[in-house]
């Protein structure tokens, strides 16, 4: 159990639609981020929130977008969704400081028809 | 860039085995390193880490990784597996500095131990 929990575990939609996936960081962490895991692949790092600023992105496409709200939770949004957009989103947060281990969550399990 | 090389995908031991999976990354100012590990149905939890100091780690579960700079590589090993090692591991690698600290990962080696 680490802390961070996110919402919908699982969901499917279609090619166009749009998106939102939500995550409740642990306790005290204020750095939040999204990674985007393919099946068979590693973690991509979509983009990374501190204090409800976007502070670091990945290789990802503006219709990627987040929020982080004051009290550290956040969200993912994905607009005009493709195929390839199917996958697994984490979210993991951690304090700021360098030596902040990140805490994952189990993740949201997203299928795009 | 950053970027993390896995060599194996898939390794199958039995159990008491020694293990040790390969990791390479590319990148070329100073980085801080770590092993994932994913059990079946579970998230994504910390290993061990490397940031500075001995290169050689220790983290949980009897796992340990040596970091040789020279051949930017951060090898995981374990002297004897058990079955429940049964997971896929993952090698990343962040920058040293900066705010984002975005992780790198590698693909992913996925090991499964024979009881």
């Known amino acids: 159990e680490t802390g961070v929990t996110q919402s919908p575990t699982h969901l499917i939609k279609t090619r166009g639609q749009q998106v939102t996936l939500r995550c409740s960081s642990q306790?005290?962490?204020?750095?939040v981020s999204w990674y985007q895991q393919a099946l068979g692949q590693g973690p991509q790092f979509i983009f990374q929130y501190y204090r409800e600023e976007e502070n670091g992105r990945g290789n990802f496409p503006p219709r990627f977008s987040g929020l982080q709200f004051p009290n550290y939770s956040s969200e993912l949004n994905v607009n005009a969704l493709e195929l390839d957009d199917s996958a697994l989103y984490l979210c993991?947060?951690?304090?700021?400081?360098?030596?902040?281990?990140?805490?994952f969550g189990e993740g949201s399990r997203l299928t795009v028809l | 860039a950053q970027s993390v090389s896995q060599h194996n995908h898939h390794v199958i031991l039995s159990e008491a085995a020694s293990l040790e999976l390969g990791c390479n990354y590319s990148y070329g100012g100073t980085v801080n390193l770590f092993w994932y590990v994913q059990y079946p149905g579970q998230h994504l939890q910390l290993l061990l880490k490397y940031f500075s100091g001995d290169p050689l780690v220790k983290g949980i579960k009897g796992f340990e990784a040596e970091f040789i700079k020279s051949k930017f590589s951060f090898n995981l090993r374990k002297p004897s597996v058990q079955w429940s090692d049964t997971a896929e591991y993952f090698c990343?690698?962040?920058?040293?500095?900066?705010?984002?600290?975005?992780?790198?990962f590698g693909s992913g080696t996925q090991l499964t131990v024979l009881p």
């Open positions: 993991a947060s951690r304090t700021g400081g360098q030596g902040g281990e990140l805490f």
């Open positions: 990343a690698v962040t920058r040293a500095s900066g705010s984002a600290r975005q992780l790198t």
């Open positions: 306790s005290g962490h204020n750095t």
